[in-house]
Structure formats: C-alpha cells, structure tokens
C-alpha cells in the first residue's frame, strides 16, 4: 500500500497556476498517469486527474465519504488549526453529509428548488423573466444609465456578482430592505475582507430569522419549500443549507457566467460558435468544459484500502477530484472534440453521482440568462487586457477572476435584441420578453446618468464602481 504521508509530492498551487494549470496537470499526468500525489497548502493529498477515474470517485458514495470524520490525519489532530482550507471543510452543510443524512437532506433540497428549475412550473417562468429584468437593468446602469453608449466596465463586480446576489434575494425570499442588508453583508463574506468575520455572524444571524419568518409565515421561495419536505430540520441546520445557496450561487454562478464570457470573446473551445448559431445552453456547456468554476471539488475518503490509478490508497487518504483536469484527459478530451461518443453536458463542473450539485439545471439557465443579455445589449464587447493578464484568482478550489474588464458599445434604441460583433458575426438569440416586473428597489436615473440619492445602498455601491477611473 502506497504511503501518501512519505511520498515525496510538488506544491500543486504554484505561483502561475491558474495561467499554466492545463500544463502542470498535463506533467503531473506524464510523471504519475491518472492520479497523482501533490502538496495542497502544506497537506498531502491525492490529485485525480482522469475522467473516468473522476466518475468511478463521485459516483460511489458507499466506497467514498465526504465527512471529515473520515479524514485519518484529521481524526488523529495532524491537520494544523491553521490550515488554510479548514474554514470551507468544517461546515455541517449538506455538501459534507453522507449516507442517510444526505440522502434526507438532499431530497428536501431537490423539493425546494424543483419550482424553480422545472420550466414548466409558474415559479420558473417568473424567476427567468426576472433574472432578465435584473440583467438588462444592470446593464443600463453601468453604462450610466443609458447616458454612454461605449466606455469600460468590470463585468465581474458591475454585473455578474450584483446580478446573482439579487437573484439570490429573490430565491431565498427576503424582504426588500432586509435582503438589501444580507446582500451587502454577502458580498463583504467573499470579498473576505476586514469586516467578513462581522458580516457572516450577521448574515448567519439574518439566515437563521429568515427560517424563522418562514416557519410562521412560509412563501414562494426554497426556505419554505424546505421547511415544506422537512418540518422537523433545525433552524441552525436549515440556516448552514441556506448559506451554501447564497455562497454557491453568488460565487460558483457568477464565476461560470464570468468564465463563459471569456470563453466567447477569446477562447477557441466552441464557446463563440455555439452563441453564433443561438445555442446558449451549448455555449455555457463548453465554458464549464474550459473553465469549471470549481476546478478542483471538496476531499473524498475511502472507507477501505482501494486501489485507483495504479495506486493502492489507504482509508482516510484525501482525495481530491479535479473536474479541470478530467476534461483534459486526453480521451475524454478527444471524444468531446469530435463532438461524437461524448456530449458537453458530461461535464464535471457541478460534479457527478449522488452529490452531483442539485441546482445544476437553475445555474446553468441563469448562466444563460445573462451572457444571453450581454451579448444581445452589447453591439461590441472586448476585454482590456489580454487573456493570459486576466487578474485570476489564487485558490485551491475556485477557478474565478478577480475582476473582468472590458470596453463596451451599447446598441442604439430600446432594450432589444441586436446583433453582437466581438471579432466575428454572432447571430442575435431569442430574448425572452418579462412578464414581470423587479419587485425590489431600483430606483431612477438621473438626467445625467447618476444615480439618485434615495436608491438602496446596494445600488449607491455599484455606483462607487461605475464612478472608478478605469485603467486600460
């Protein structure tokens, strides 16, 4: 049996991962093959690098735990208190349970998200023309309101972030005041700045009132559908679950709606073509292919000895599955390139098996949502900086940037669908006309494009963002 503590293992997060990832999985792969053994902040683990040897660990959920009661060096105090990944592993949410307590809490997840993941339900229907509304209202007002119809803006703190935070609002079914409060306290939570201790006790605090507020008074919205399928889950239970929405949304959404901007303006994976010929769903698919937000998921531990890879792994080894590496195994990557034994949709960026992300269908339509509106708003859209200059982020999970800018043109008239130029021709897609209106504060323009005085301090936020003199 291969002992993972003595083996000699290479930092896996060098300084130029996010730039050179694709090239130090591909050397890992010729030095080891399909799994390897690398250094994670300091922690050895096992890296699996190929697709098929991805799926046979996140398919089994007998063989493979998500607990950290699983993980030996845990259990035996060997993991520094300080580790830096320790904060996002103990946290008893849903996506660290196993075995019945999964399944139970996943299927109240699965109930509660169902309305608004099932087109055919009125929730879905409303929350896409709603999802528009937010977009194309975002869009107008980094833009000043409609005043300038070309300028520079940051698509990640303009745009993809405030646009999932107030999806997130309308999901979770706060009051417009209140979810104007938990949203600026969200953003500080992944900003990680100074003040995010303060803010998660507040938001924490704020979550567990809202499931309170629904027990007494339930909503259309995925707390009480929650509560609906499970009566007897705890408040501080069902509060950690809400937290995971909120974080998993606003973050991993917004980072695969970034992504896939990228890939559209400057990848050669498909992205642009499948937007040319209106298949947006396809275009957001070959995104996550490029670029899954996750780039590496949370550990797996073996409950036995078993062998993957040409490796004989001991029980309670971590393992780590890396969906970006998978979709470079060279068979998979192969059969996706001739579009023939492989579709799209077999991508690891939501995961696999039993802990397969249950939102996956919402996140991928809000995804399409608005890069559908971007580049239907948009006449021309190109970054300012060259890809490999993107500011990405350094993470040991999140394969997202820090901020994404662009210059912008504005097509001329009414909010409607207009061709979109970024170096070739791109065919305009359906844009789904609202059926509603935004329900939370927006406020008006001024005159001049700024924003008036009584607008929430969200809004007053994305203005100081909009006010930034932009380099580039």
């Known amino acids: 049996m291969t002992q993972l503590e003595t083996m000699p293992v290479e930092p896996l997060l060098t300084h130029d991962y996010e730039i050179r990832r ?43 735990k998500k607990s950290l009661t699983y993980w030996r060096a845990y259990a035996e105090g060997r993991i520094p208190a300080d580790w830096p990944l320790l904060p996002a592993l103990e946290c008893d949410m849903m996506v660290f349970f196993d075995d019945q307590r999964h399944r139970t809490a996943r299927a109240a997840f ?4 169902r309305p608004f993941q099932d087109p055919s339900r009125p929730s879905a229907r ?9 977009a194309d209202e975002l869009i107008t007002f980094l833009a000043g309101g409609g005043a300038g119809r070309s300028g520079i803006a940051d698509l990640c703190g303009q745009y993809a972030r405030p646009l999932l935070l107030m999806v997130t609002n309308r999901l979770l079914g706060f009051a417009d005041a209140k979810g104007d409060e938990v949203t600026m306290d969200v953003w500080r939570v992944l900003d990680a700045g100074p003040d995010a201790a303060a803010a998660i006790e507040r938001l924490m605090a704020a979550l567990q009132e809202l499931v309170l507020e629904k027990r007494a008074l339930p909503g259309d919205d995925i707390p009480s559908y929650m509560l609906a399928a499970d009566p ?38 498909g992205a642009r073509a499948s937007l040319s010929a209106g298949m947006v769903g396809e275009t957001v698919n070959r995104a996550a292919l490029a670029n899954p937000p996750m780039h590496n998921l949370t550990f797996r531990f073996p409950v036995t000895a078993v062998s993957l890879g040409g490796f004989v792994i001991a029980a309670g080894d971590p393992v780590m599955v890396s969906p970006a590496a998978a979709h470079t195994d060279p ?48 006449t021309d859209l190109r ?52 059926e ?17 005085p009584a607008r929430s301090a969200f809004w007053r936020m994305l203005d100081g963002f909009r006010r930034r003199p932009d380099a580039g």
């Open 232 to 269: 007897s889950v705890s408040t501080e239970e069902l509060a950690w679950e809400l937290y995971l929405v909120v974080c998993s949304t606003v973050d991993l959404v917004g980072t695969l709606l970034c992504n896939t901007v990228v890939e559209v303006l400057t990848g050669d994976t």
């Open 436 to 452: 509603v209106r935004v329900t939370a504060e927006v406020g008006a323009f001024a005159s001049d494009g700024s924003v008036k």
């Open 383 to 434: 970054l300012t900086l060259p890809k490999d200059q993107l500011p990405w982020r350094t993470s040991p999970l999140v394969s997202g940037l820090r901020s994404l800018p662009v210059r912008y043109v504005l097509s001329d008239g009414p909010v409607s669908t207009v061709p979109f130029t970024p170096s070739a021709p791109v065919a305009p897609v359906v844009h789904a006309t609202p």
């Open 110 to 113: 699965e109930r509660a998200v």
């Open 331 to 378: 068979l998979f990557a192969q059969g996706i390139a001739r579009n023939a034994t492989v579709s799209s949709r077999a991508h690891l960026a939501f995961g696999a098996g039993p802990h397969q992300c249950p939102g996956r269908d919402l996140a991928s339509s809000i995804v399409a949502i608005g890069v559908q509106r971007l580049f239907e708003r948009f």
């Open 126 to 134: 409303q929350l896409r023309a709603l999802i528009t509304q937010y």
């Open 22 to 64: 694709a090239e130090i999985h591909d050397e890992l792969r010729e030095r080891y093959g399909v799994v390897a053994p690398v250094d994670l902040l300091g922690t050895p683990v096992w890296l699996v690098l190929g697709y098929d040897e991805a799926l046979a660990v996140l398919r089994d959920d007998n063989r493979w």
